[in-house]
Nanobody, 121 residues
């Protein structure tokens, strides 16, 4: 079964930048909507940014103008460029995608394992 593999988390000082990446663990037929979510302990997982198959993007108000989501259709890969990071951006970030693994099956919702982003001085 396909998995979403994330990379790029880490620790950075306030004002710094990080880039998160996500890609399927094996070749798939197609990825439709792709998203980044984040979660802190005790709170619900929240949508950070999303990109549709045709390239339309959506951002939460808290990250607008600081984060940029992008996708590579040829690799079904997803990225999140995070600039001007704040302490409140500290969370586990999850990649999420609607994936159709083969031409003959229906799309299903997949999640990555999560990657920790810590913003601290």
């Amino acid at each position: 079964q396909v998995q979403l593999v994330e990379s790029g988390g880490g620790t950075v000082q306030p004002g710094g930048s990080l880039r998160l990446s996500c890609a399927p663990s094996k070749r798939i037929y197609i990825a439709y909507d792709m998203n980044w979510y984040r979660q802190v302990p005790g709170k619900e997982r929240e949508l950070v940014a999303g990109v549709s198959y045709d390239g339309k993007t959506v951002y939460s108000d808290s990250v607008k103008d600081r984060f940029t989501i992008s996708r590579d259709k040829s690799k079904n890969a997803l990225s999140l460029q995070m600039n001007s990071l704040r302490t409140e951006d500290t969370a586990v970030y999850y990649c999420n995608a609607m994936i159709r693994e083969y031409t003959f099956n229906r799309a299903e919702n997949y999640w990555g394992q999560g990657t920790q982003v810590t913003v601290s001085s």
